[in-house]
């Protein structure tokens, strides 16, 4: 009877043995599993992209302004008062039609002065003609001495070259008369009028400032001076064809061609300007318009281009987060184009590169990671 209690007693002994061990052991199976998921827990999870081929590239859109082909400003010629104007804002008109009319009383007072001294000159150098004719006359008579003769027939030239200025002056201020008369100097559209019936109007000939009296523009053709980037501008040829986007008309492209470059850098702004031109013979487009310039863009067989968010900038200069396996290298790149939400990376990066999205600010060199291929490049 003690014996088989003895039995009984090693077996429970022995089971309970193992099973103290057997708690040792998960336990610190559990402990290993928690100290490898804390130290998991405390590596930062990224997410990785890759450098993408430059295959397609979005065009580069930059804002301008539409200009009219020929934007005029009208001056007078003579000074004077309105006297009537023909056209208002927005009416067309023909070269050379009379948009308004001048009274200019102090010119016709001059040229009735002019007048008068030609007349008066006229008078002089014939009364000096006669009287050189006579002393030539009398010259072989010996009543008048040759220095006597020489002197009228000097004074006879002398009053003539009066005369003749005389006349110049009052035919220059004939010419004038025409000034009278403002007109359209090309076929266009006015679109300013600054003044109106009785206004003074002053040629800028007393004070150097002239009165702008009407403004117009022949909008049959329309061009945009657009500022480009200098990086991009090398790109855009002469005579290539450029495609306009206006607000007020949603939808829709207009096709315009480049026709020159300035040859000169802003420094200010690094950019360009480029000369477009286009045909507008329906006349919906307006000088003055906002417009965007779709210049298009070819890609580059070499370069990659990676998302926005992945450039990391410090002292040092631009680099990429890379990895290597979990371990993260700031790699020194170049930077080429700005794609909007891609950068041309021209250099540093292989297509095999993992490339960390959104890297945080204290990532740093040899750094260990968690990577996540990202489900959708940005």
């Known amino acids: 009877m003690s014996g088989r209690i003895g ?17 040792i052991v998960e336990r610190k199976r559990q402990s290993e599993v928690l100290a490898r998921d804390s130290a998991a827990d405390a590596r930062w999870q990224v997410e990785v992209t890759h450098g993408q081929p430059e295959l397609k590239v979005p065009d580069l859109v930059v804002p301008g302004q539409l200009q009219a082909w020929v934007d005029t400003p009208l001056y007078a010629h003579a000074s004077g008062y309105l006297k009537q104007w023909n056209v208002d804002i927005g009416q067309r008109v ?19 002065q002019a007048a008068a001294q030609v007349k008066s000159a006229q008078s002089e150098a014939e009364l000096a003609r006669v009287t050189a004719a006579r002393y030539a006359a009398l010259l072989p008579t010996h009543t008048v001495s040759p220095q006597d003769a020489d002197s009228k027939r000097l004074d006879a030239d002398a009053q003539q ?13 004939q010419a004038l ?47 945009a001076y657009v500022p480009v980037p200098e990086t991009e501008v090398t790109a855009l040829p002469t ?39 286009l045909d507008n013979p329906d006349e919906k487009l307006l000088p003055g318009s906002y417009l965007e310039a779709h210049f298009p863009r070819r890609g580059s067989a070499q370069a990659l281009t990676v998302p926005a968010n992945t450039l990391i900038f410090r002292a040092s200069g631009t680099s990429l987060a890379v990895l290597s396996g979990e371990v993260v290298h700031l790699k020194p ?29 204290s990532l740093a060199e040899g750094a260990h990671v968690i990577p996540h291929e990202a489900k959708v490049t940005p």
């Not at 070269?95 to 010119?107: C, N």
């Open 239 to 277: 005579g290539g064809t450029v495609m306009l986007s206006l607000r007020e008309f949603p939808g829709r492209l207009w096709p315009a061609t480049l026709i020159r470059h300035a040859r000169a850098v802003d420094p200010m702004k690094h950019t360009e300007l480029v000369e477009l031109t």
């Open 94 to 112: 023909k070269a050379g039609q009379v948009i308004a009319v001048l009274q200019t009383p102090d010119l016709d007072a001059e040229e009735a």
């Open 177 to 223: 008369d025409q000034y009278r008369f403002i007109t359209a100097p090309v076929d266009g559209i006015v679109t300013v009028r600054n003044i109106d019936v009785g206004g003074m109007v002053d040629s800028g000939s007393a004070n150097g400032q002239a009165t702008e009296l009407f403004h117009m523009a022949d909008i049959r053709r329309m061009r």
């Open 161 to 173: 070259t009066t005369l003749e200025a005389a006349r110049a002056n009052l035919q220059r201020l």
């Open 333 to 361: 790149v170049i930077v080429g184009r700005d794609l909007g939400d891609r950068l041309e990376i021209l250099s540093g990066l292989s297509s095999t590169d993992q490339v960390v999205v959104s890297p945080p600010d």
């Open 7 to 23: 039995v009984g007693g090693i077996i429970l002994l022995v089971v309970g043995v193992g099973l103290a061990a057997f708690g």
